[in-house]
């Protein structure tokens, strides 16, 4: 595939951070599992990636905006573009030494998503996408699975942990899934969630309590794909509102239905 200027900056950064990431991960393997030395070992790994994907997109592109996991809003000269940035998508895998792990580029231009780079270093699997432009994995060409019955299909989900998200109200959505599908899974990585719907992996997605960093290269990826995504609500403000739902047009509305059943209903 012939990449444009400008998703040539983002895959050299995103490979540049990649490497990093993957020299640090060959580490965290060998690091006693416990709650201090791999934790802080890990938080210096994302910093330094996010420090590797500033400077080289600062470089490239100077004056766009950023939005970064770590140092959050960054604001610059050119109001009309923002680098939206999650350094480590999968810390939790990360630090398990558990592959799958991405980090998410994605561009936003005048409100709209426009380039996205999500790439896994362990896997060596490169995700990009530009908007009209379509989506690829390593050069393939992506496309949603075409299934139409939720019978018939693999569901990702992410699963709210200790001091995340309410609980309860996940356990209902998946009990709702879970009868109706022919399986759940729940990667620990919502940008690889989202990419793995682009390819066809898995049918769709819903996750909520999300940051934009988490899902914004991700979103562009399904659309790309021939997919559609929408919030919990069925609107537009997923990057808002940290809510997401994806799958092909058919199976997009069905999830939809599936996790947002009335009470009465359930």
């Avoid at 201090?36 to 890990?42: E, R």
């Avoid at 998410?104 to 409100?111: F, K, N, W, Y």
């Avoid at 060409?141 to 001091?163: E, S, Y």
Wanted: net charge negative; hydrophobic share 45%; with cysteine.
């Amino acid at each position: 595939m012939a990449r444009s200027a400008l998703l040539n900056v983002m895959v050299q950064a995103a490979m540049k951070a990649g490497r990093s990431l993957s020299r640090d991960f060959g580490e965290v393997q060998n690091l006693q599992v416990s709650m201090k030395g791999p934790g802080d070992y890990v938080s210096q790994a994302d910093r330094k990636a996010e420090d590797i994907l500033f400077a080289e997109l600062s470089k490239a592109r100077p004056g766009y905006a950023f939005l970064m996991e770590e140092r959050g809003a960054v604001g610059g000269d050119d109001d009309q573009h923002r680098w939206i940035v999650d350094p480590l998508d999968g810390t939790t895998n990360f630090l398990h030494g558990i592959p799958i792990f991405s980090i998410s580029i994605a561009l936003e231009r005048q409100g709209q998503l426009v380039a996205a780079v999500i790439y896994n270093p362990a896997m060596d699997e490169l995700y990009t996408a530009e908007r009209g432009g379509g989506a690829f994995m390593n050069d393939r060409r992506l496309r949603v699975a075409g299934r139409i019955k939720l019978t018939d299909c693999v569901i990702g989900c992410g699963i709210p942990h200790l001091g995340r998200g309410q609980h309860g109200n996940f356990l209902v959505e998946l009990r709702n899934v879970m009868a109706e599908v022919s399986g759940v899974r729940r990667l620990g990585s919502a940008a690889l969630d989202l990419a793995y719907v682009a390819a066809g992996r898995m049918d769709g997605f819903w996750e909520t309590g999300l940051s934009a960093w988490d899902i914004a290269a991700g979103l562009l990826l399904v659309r790309e794909a021939g997919g559609f995504v929408s919030d919990m609500d069925g609107g537009q403000d997923m990057l808002d509102n940290g809510s997401v739902v994806a799958g092909n047009e058919v199976i997009q509305r069905a999830l939809l239905k599936a996790v947002k059943k009335p009470i009465s209903a359930r």
